[in-house]
């Protein structure tokens, strides 16, 4: 083969810009990238050129594969970068036109359409996630995020107008959303799509430049979405780094506007105190355990496939999925058996071969959920394990108690503990004697008991006779409360999360003749005046109108 030469190799240089740069207006890559066909191929492959130096050919690597974008350093180093590009765009304006945010959101639903193939396999090679669960669980809530926030976002940048009084009659009370900032999010490995895409749905709408710190844990998802992002979204306002667990806390000392988080409470901790040290403002999705009441008034076979679905889907990695069951005595036998029957129906005989059946992210966690099972209860149901796979079988636990270490942490797993009381009352006490969990699930066809559940308890959000469900409607606000979290998101309450809400007061010049008695030199008439005036306003005003 013949060395190029080096007005060739010009020739490559100057080829035709790439999707990025054709979309911030340049004709040729910035970078001096080879066309995609020479080098990019497939995103799981990677990146090559040739350049001749000394005579000879040299083979240049890069570790990840970006359209038209050099590969990003990992950690800190290329969060600061980036932070940097991202007040800049900020400080020019360039997210505030809801022209702009709708393309953006118009990108993040494209994206997702035309990569629902990559988004499958990448999330089939961290987690063996079913192609099903993918499509349902990850990417239809982003695009319906997506969709209502675009079908509503005119309404939600509309100044919100306050009731006139008549001491306001010539006056404008409003109260305006302005963009916070940059906006941190940093994904949790249980739903590694939702958990990065939804929240960055909500801060496109609010205005907000974003970067997004993937969980390492699935590897794969995060190199697709360090890789499609910079494709699909504007180059200077939103990105995507890489960076270790260990690594987010410094990540955060960096100074953000606001910092989201979903992960475990120790990891959640550390996040807080860094954002506290910034006067960051921060939400806090964080993981606990979710108890789930039967009651002995409850249809019993759908309690059990729906408690089974919610609780066994993703191989039981879910910060949302019902922890343990807090079943009446009398309700006990039957729900074992119909939760015996539900597993046979959805992963047969066999769950191992099933193909709608996952396995745990990593060796460490099938390690934690593994020795948790077998010190815990006796088994009802399942609890076969194969190391070599990660695969932990859908398994039910009975006559476990309070001290069981599968009541003492976080388990990540298919795993459903199934302890027995003997009234609501009991339920009740057990759940408020606990750290506030995340959801609270009862099934019940008796009101009273559902209502007595929702109102003698507390958590971040509540469902009953289904579980799961509350966590993705984008009408409804989710989050936590105490140990569980801090703040929601979803829908309207995204963009709220996000914005600073302004209070504007634009007052006339009209009636100087009145307020001239709030102005020194201070006299006990005036003082009169003015407490006279005070007095005759609506009490719901509570405040000193003559001011």
């Known amino acids: 083969m013949e060395p ?25 890559c910035r970078r001096h990238r080879v066309p995609p066909h020479q ?40 969060c600061l970068d980036v932070l940097k590009r991202a007040r800049a765009a900020l400080r020019a304006g360039r997210t505030a036109p809801e022209s702009f945010r709708l393309a953006q959101l118009e990108a993040v639903e494209r994206m997702l359409m035309e990569h629902e193939s990559d988004f499958v396999d990448a999330l089939d090679r961290d987690l063996r ?18 969709l209502h926030a675009a079908g509503s976002l005119k309404k939600w940048m509309e100044p919100q107008r306050m009731e006139r009084s ?32 939804v929240p960055l749905v909500g801060a496109i709408a609010a205005g907000n430049c974003v970067i997004i710190c993937p969980s390492e844990v699935c590897s794969h998802t995060a190199e697709l979405l360090h890789r499609l992002l910079p494709a699909y979204l504007d180059n200077e ?6 960076a270790a667990s260990h690594e987010v806390p410094e990540i955060v000392d960096l100074k953000f506007d606001h910092v989201f988080f979903s992960g475990t409470r120790e990891d959640g901790l550390k996040v807080a105190q860094a954002a506290a040290r910034t006067l960051a403002r921060t939400t806090l999705l964080l993981s606990g355990k979710n108890p789930c009441y039967v009651d002995r008034q409850c249809d019993i076979n759908t309690t059990a496939r729906r408690i089974s679905w919610a609780r066994f889907q993703n191989a039981g990695q879910s910060t949302v999925a019902p922890d343990y069951v807090l079943c009446h005595a009398d309700a006990r036998e039957s729900l074992v058996q119909a939760l015996r029957c539900a597993l046979q129906q959805f992963y047969g005989s066999e769950p191992r071969e099933s193909n709608s059946f996952g396995r745990q992210v990593s060796e460490e966690n099938f390690s934690k959920v593994r020795e948790a099972l077998w010190r815990s209860g006796k088994l009802a149901v399942g609890g076969q394990v194969n190391e070599a796979e990660k695969y932990i079988a859908p398994t039910v636990l009975v006559d476990v108690v309070e001290s069981d270490p599968i009541m003492q942490q976080d388990v990540f797993g298919p795993v459903l503990p199934i302890l027995s009381v003997q009234s609501a009352d009991e339920a009740v006490a057990f759940i408020n004697s606990r750290e506030k969990p995340l959801c609270v699930y009862v099934y019940s ?31 409804l606000p989710f989050g936590g409360v105490g140990a569980s979290g801090l703040g929601s998101y979803h829908g309207r309450y995204s963009f709220d999360a996000f914005s600073h809400k302004k209070s504007c007061l634009l007052r006339s010049t009209r009636i100087e003749c009145v307020t001239y008695l709030r102005y020194p030199p ?22 000193c109108s003559i001011l």
């Open 445 to 475: 066809s008796n009101s009273k008991v559902i209502s007595k559940i929702m109102a003698e308890t507390c958590s971040g959000s509540f469902c009953s006779n289904d579980s799961a469900l509350q966590s993705v409607m984008v009408g």
């Open 522 to 543: 201070y006299e006990d008439r005036n003082l009169s005046l003015a407490t006279l005036a005070s007095s005759l306003s609506l009490r719901s005003q509570g405040w």
């Open 166 to 197: 008549w001491a306001t009659v010539f006056d404008d009370c409003m109260v305006v959303s302005e963009p916070l900032g940059v906006v941190l999010i940093v994904g949790n490995w249980t739903s590694p799509v939702q958990l990065c895409l």
């Open 4 to 28: 190029r030469s080096a007005g060739s190799l010009s020739r490559v240089k100057k080829t035709k810009a790439c999707p990025v740069c054709l979309r911030n207006g340049r004709l040729t």
């Open 129 to 146: 996630k079913p192609r099903f669960e993918t499509v349902m669980s990850e990417l239809m809530v982003v695009k319906n995020e997506a």
């Open 237 to 242: 306002c939103y990105h995507a780094v890489l």
């Open 39 to 78: 080098g990019f191929g497939s995103g799981r492959g990677l990146w090559k050129f040739l350049s001749y130096s000394g005579g000879g050919f040299e083979l240049w690597f890069s570790s990840r594969t970006r359209t038209g974008e050099p590969c990003q350093k990992s950690g800190s180093s290329a």
